[in-house]
């Protein structure tokens, strides 16, 4: 059974840090991309915020979180961070991870096979 597990949301102050975890398992972790992606409160639409390959390493950020939030891979234990450094208001959001096993590099939520059920990830001002 496929599981990706998110952990890690909470409430937070304006500036402050928080570490999310997305521990998978029965699918082969090392041949999937992983990406993270959120939820904004009263949008359907989900936006990537980082993505790695657990292939080659590769990382990727949109400018919105690029120098704030940094994303690893733990090969060994299956399990992907997305560390949120001097976070804001606005990145309160549910944070999903997923993976896809893909050879073109993607972030478009509807090309990813596996999701997490979401942790919800609250900066208060």
């Known amino acids: 059974e496929v599981k990706l597990v998110e952990s890690g949301g909470g409430l937070v102050q304006a500036g402050g840090s928080l570490r999310l975890s997305c521990a998978a398992s029965g699918f082969p972790f090392g041949d999937y991309d992983i990406a993270w992606f959120r939820q904004l409160p009263g949008k359907e639409r989900r936006e990537g915020v980082s993505?790695?390959?657990?292939?080659?390493?590769?990382?990727y950020y949109p400018d919105s979180v690029k120098g704030r939030f940094t994303i690893s891979s733990d090969n060994a234990k299956n399990t992907v961070y997305l560390q949120m450094d001097n976070v804001k208001p606005e990145d309160t959001a549910v944070y999903y991870c997923?993976?896809?096993?893909?050879?073109?590099?993607?972030?478009?939520?509807?090309?990813?096979?596996?999701w997490g059920q979401g942790t919800q990830v609250t900066v208060s001002s």
């Open positions: 993505w790695i390959s657990n292939r080659d390493g590769s990382i």
């Open positions: 997923a993976a896809v096993s893909t050879d073109s590099p993607t972030i478009v939520p509807n090309e990813y096979t596996y």
